[in-house]
């Protein structure tokens, strides 16, 4: 009787849960419903005559970016300190270049290296295949720096500054320190050029590539005929480039203009840039000076609509549906283990063998 009764008790647990799955799978999961177009990466949105670009969508938030031709930039060379060639240019720079034709040799790393061409690489390269090992491969990206010796002549430290389909062309220059006149209003400053003694003494033939020094502690070059000279004397006289207040300034390829203060140059110029704008689920973001609101319908969509009270608050309302439907979906899952696990123990239990 008692096993019977188990066994009938069991059965409406398992109607009770197998009732609340079977519900689980026919409740539908209530949706965010906004009126308003949708987006996709690529898509274009225009607010007043600011033009954005959706740039990107992921797991619910995304980017949107938006470009500016006329931005302005600035730049500023403290006093005393030193900036690159390939930051500062003019015309008839001491920059030295060397063109390296694709399929020639170079020697590299102790060993002959054929000098092979990547234009469609992104940035382009420059690779060094060893030609006794071709497995052996070194890959330079343009602006990076590689020391390799042509035709005898070693080019230390130089950067690959162009990759064409027919060659990779080196280029090698100085560092400048930039010095302003202690005075109380500066009108110009100067660039002086900083001379890598290594580089002169590897690039000269004629010389040994190490300095000797004299007792006193005095440097000097050491001619491989024999004969020394005093560094001080040996050394070309420094390049210098005089800026001007006012004046023009080419600076990272830009064409900027100077002013000079007693502590700093500072340079300034527009040009284009890019500003981002990041979205994410139900949040607001600021559009040339509007607000608006971002709901993603999708993992590959947005919708970006106006941040009005109605479509604010028609938001609110789907997601409290979601919320009170995630909460029942809860409950219908606990009646569901709570009853299977109710049936079994009582059966379980029923069928325990008897003490007399």
Do not use: C
Not at 184 to 197: G, I, L, Y
């Amino acid at each position: 009787m008692q096993r019977r009764a188990a066994a009938a008790y069991f059965v409406l647990f398992m109607v009770i849960s197998a009732g609340a799955y079977a519900y689980l799978g026919m409740a539908e999961r209530p949706q965010v419903d906004l009126d308003g177009e949708t987006y996709a990466v690529d898509d274009e949105l225009t607010v007043d005559d600011r033009t954005y670009t959706v740039d990107s969508i992921s797991n619910g938030s995304g980017s949107l970016t938006w470009s500016k031709a006329d931005a302005e930039y600035s730049a500023t060379l403290t006093n005393n300190s030193t900036v690159s060639w390939q930051d500062v240019s003019w015309e008839r720079q001491q920059v030295e270049s060397r063109a390296l034709e694709n399929g020639s040799t170079v020697a590299f790393d102790g060993s002959e290296h054929q000098v092979l061409t990547n234009v469609s690489a992104d940035p382009p390269t420059m690779r060094l295949v060893n030609t006794a090992n071709r497995s052996m491969v070194s890959t330079v990206e343009r602006g990076g720096t590689v020391t390799v010796t042509v035709e005898g002549q070693p080019i230390p430290g130089a950067t690959l500054t162009g990759v064409s389909a027919d060659e990779a062309t080196l280029s090698w220059g100085s560092e400048y320190r930039v010095l302003i006149p202690n005075v109380t209003d500066p009108t110009s400053a100067d660039m002086v050029e900083q001379q890598n003694v290594t580089r002169l003494l590897v690039l000269d033939t004629e010389v040994e590539n190490n300095l000797g020094t004299n007792p006193d502690g005095t440097q000097f070059v050491q001619y491989r005929n024999g004969s020394t000279a005093p560094l001080s004397e040996y050394l070309p006289d420094p390049e210098v480039k005089t800026v001007e207040d006012d004046g023009t300034l080419s600076y990272q390829g830009n064409e900027t203009t100077v002013n000079v203060t007693t502590a700093e140059i500072v340079l300034t110029w527009e040009g284009q840039k890019t500003f981002t704008r990041d979205l994410s689920e139900g949040s607001t973001v600021e559009l040339n000076n509007e607000t608006f609101l971002a709901h993603f319908p999708s993992g590959s969509s947005v919708k970006i609509l106006e941040n009005t009270t109605e479509n604010y608050e028609a938001y609110q309302a789907d997601q409290d549906r979601i919320s009170k439907y995630n909460e029942r979906k809860a409950g219908l899952w606990a009646v569901v283990i709570i009853s299977l696990l109710a049936g079994l123990i009582l059966l379980s239990t029923a069928y325990l063998p008897v003490r007399d």
